[in-house]
């Protein structure tokens, strides 16, 4: 199983002038535009019918036909295909703490290996509305995935030039800075991270949700005493409103031991606790070295609470919460994640959608093993 989640955190603006040089020539509008196409349009894609699917997250998965690890593979499924999720058991997986199980309409499959995802296009808009940052709007993936064209290559980021079929994945959240239609009447949006190397993209505009002023409102912004718990020795985290806890939920932190059982701090989630100093909406995350370093655009909901970049944020590359999986962040679902962003303070408005605070800082994230 491939290991990895963001501790690092690349912070550039380069791709934002080509936005605003655009506004000040289409206003936001919808338009036809005279630019240079990408060299091939991107075919629609068919996802199966059911209204819960899940979409391989790793290389290769076996379909067993009992949950169990050691019952008879009767199919493999490559990463990226997407399979009906018919309802998750109980099952056994030795040596691992997550023993839950896929039934899927071919057999069954390790939970961990399916992210869960619905198939939901929308109708596109033809107009984006004016922010601080000129026109945009932020927009959820809200289909299995969607694949992308590059509008601006060479290709700058690490995890885009070892891919040969770059692809944004349900649930991620990026900013859309301008609407086109193609002349076969295809609404495209340009997706731009804001933050990260400065690749722009396009993609079929269904797939994206447009996001509102409303889902990122705080939750309880009048209740004082918030505090986080992480429990590391249990992978999961609470969130108190004095003494009541108001949410809990299982999460992956960083790892602890090696592959020897050896205790290791390269990848440990800090113990301690420390005040949340900064909130984004969406980010691109980049760090560590040559066979173990990881590359990820658009970690949406990312709650910064350590200065070297450890955060709580939402994730789509893997559903193994309840066991270690990071690099030292708090992987969370994509729902909580999105939860404990609204909830905690500071609170960060759709726009811009980022917030740093000086210290005290805000809710304050406590550590702990236990």
Known sequence: MVVISPLEIVLTTSSMISRREFLKK?????AVIAMTPPKQWLSQISFPQEERLGRVTVGMAEVKAKPDADSLTIAKVYEDAVVPWLREVVGRRPYRRNQRWVETPQGYIWTPYLQPVRNLPNTPINKLSETSLGAGMWAEVTQPYVDLSLANPPARSPWLKEDQTPRLYYSQVFWIDQIRKADDGQIWYRVNERYGYGDIFWARAEA???MTNEEVAPIHPEV?????VVNIARQTISCFEGNAEVHFALVSTGIRFDMYGNRTENWETPLGL???????????????S??????????????????????IHSTFWHNNFGEEMSHGCV???PEDAKWIFRWTNPVVAYDPGDLTVGMPGGTLVDVVES
Not at 26 to 30: D, E, I, R, S
Not at 274 to 288: C, F, N, T, Y
């Open 224 to 228: 004082e005493n918030k505090r986080i």
């Open 26 to 30: 289409a206003a936001g509008g919808l």
């Open 290 to 311: 040559t066979g173990g370093g990881y590359d990820l655009p658009g970690v949406s909901w990312t709650s910064l609470f350590e200065g070297n970049g450890v955060a």
């Open 274 to 288: 420390r005040p949340i100093w900064r909130k984004l909406i969406s980010v691109h995350m980049s760090g560590g």
């Open 208 to 210: 994206f949700r447009p």
């Open 331 to 333: 992987n969370a679902a």
